[in-house]
Structure formats: C-alpha cells, structure tokens
C-alpha cells in the first residue's frame, strides 16, 4: 500500500492531476477543499471547520475511506471476532475552536 501525505496549500484542483501521478492508493491530504471535483475510482472523506482548507483522506483504486467517531483505543482494539481484516489510520482532525 502506498500512502501520501501531501499539504497541497489550498490549491486542490490544480494539484489533483498531479497527486494522482504519485498513484498513491491513500492521501492524507491537509488543506484540501471541502468540494473538491472527483472523477474515476477515487473516495474521499473530508472534515474540518474551513471548506476551502481542511483535511481530507482520500482513497484510490478501490481503498475506501470513511469517518469514524470514536476514540483511538476503540479503533484499535479487535472485535469481539478477533483482529479485524483491516488496520485502521487514524487522522486527528479535531482543530481548536476558531476564535469568535
């Protein structure tokens, strides 16, 4: 599996292509749009506070991707069956409260 963290500074259209380039099958993707335009066998999860600038995983080529709200030790302790036939990546997107 390969995994890119990439801090694509707001400029996430423009630098779409050229992250797909690394074919990466994870991408951590700090300061990501909200919206940003997917095509093909990409899944995306996204959060933050700023939808011009937040965090986003996305997944390639099949890897899904999705949010999970639970702490870390829940994400990391097996099941009642036993350890799960996937290891979890935990992102913390949990920012500090914006100024008001």
Do not use: Y
């Not at 993707?29 to 011009?52: N, R």
Request: proline share 12%; with cysteine; net charge negative.
């Amino acid at each position: 599996m390969k995994l890119v963290v990439w801090n694509i500074a707001k400029g996430s259209a423009r630098n779409l292509p050229r992250l797909r380039e690394l074919a990466p099958d994870l991408a951590v993707v700090p300061e990501c749009h909200e919206d940003l335009d997917l095509s093909g066998d990409v899944a995306m999860t996204w959060c933050g506070q700023d939808p011009k600038a937040d965090l986003a995983v996305l997944g390639f080529g099949g890897v899904s991707v999705e949010q999970a709200l639970h702490t870390h030790r829940e994400l990391l302790s097996p099941g009642p069956g036993g350890p799960s036939d996937h290891a979890p990546l935990i992102v913390d997107c949990n920012p500090p409260p914006r100024p008001t």
